[in-house]
């Protein structure tokens, strides 16, 4: 097991681009989040999936925003027309329901230019 | 609106003494609470966490002390190593037990330990 991956680790866009993003869980787990970090601050809640259902959404995760986790296994998180204000560390973690904490992934650094 | 806070920015502590890390919270519901370590480049890791049933949970060099009047909790390192250096996040769950979901997270402090 080689805990949670997370593809690409940088990427930098024009604005106005459209970006996705994938992560691959640690395989038994069945609970899949998405995570955003700006400088100084905490990771902020994004969305959420049980196997192949988004049961959470925030209200950061705007109509731009859009992530996918078609077969209960990998996800993917896209973002269209990117703005410079999405420029972040979009942060991939997963877990067992009842398990200890999430494993997350080293995320992917995003710069919109 | 900030549900968790860590005011401290920064925290500076000699080798062998020491480290406690405060975080506080509003949020009346939370009724579980971790500590996640974060170096750089890396993804935060999971280090302690504590129910709302218990006021202490202690983990080797690692104890969590919650004080649920005050709606704060501390994390406790002794003793300290150059290796603890990193930024240590609070982060608060709502869901119940470990079942939980979504994590609310504070700013973070970035603990430095001088040899």
């Known amino acids: 097991d080689t805990g949670v991956s997370q593809d690409p680790r940088h990427k930098i866009t024009k604005r106005g681009q459209n970006v996705t993003f994938r992560c691959d869980p640690i395989?038994?787990?069945?609970?899949l989040y998405w995570y955003r970090q700006t400088l100084g601050q905490g990771p902020e809640f994004l969305t959420y999936?049980?196997?192949?259902?988004?049961?959470?959404k925030s209200r950061l995760l705007s109509d731009r925003f859009s992530a996918e986790r078609p077969k209960g296994s990998f996800s993917t998180l896209e973002i269209q027309r990117t703005e410079q204000g999405d420029s972040a560390m979009y942060l991939c973690?997963?877990?067992?329901?009842?398990?200890?904490?999430?494993?997350f992934g080293s995320g992917t650094r995003l710069t919109v230019v | 609106d900030q549900q968790v806070k860590q005011n401290s920015p920064s925290l500076s502590v000699q080798e062998g003494r020491i480290s406690i890390l405060n975080c506080d919270y509003t949020?009346?519901?939370?009724?579980?609470f971790l500590w996640y370590k974060k170096y750089p480049a890396e993804g935060p890791t999971f280090l302690i966490s504590?129910?709302?049933?218990?006021d202490k949970n202690e983990d080797g060099r690692f104890t969590v002390f919650l004080n649920k009047s005050a709606k704060h909790l501390s994390l406790h390192i002794v003793p300290s190593q150059p290796g603890d250096s990193a930024v240590y996040f609070c982060?608060?769950?709502?869901?119940?037990?470990?079942?939980?979901?979504?994590?609310?997270f504070g700013q973070g402090t970035i603990l430095t330990v001088h040899p």
């Open positions: 973690a997963s877990s067992l329901v009842g398990g200890h904490g999430y494993t």
């Open positions: 395989s038994e787990h069945n609970r």
């Open positions: 999936f049980q196997n192949e259902a988004q049961l959470e």
């Open positions: 949020n009346s519901m939370f009724d579980y």
């Open positions: 504590i129910s709302s049933i218990k």
């Open positions: 982060a608060a769950s709502a869901e119940g037990g470990t079942s939980y979901g979504k994590l609310t």
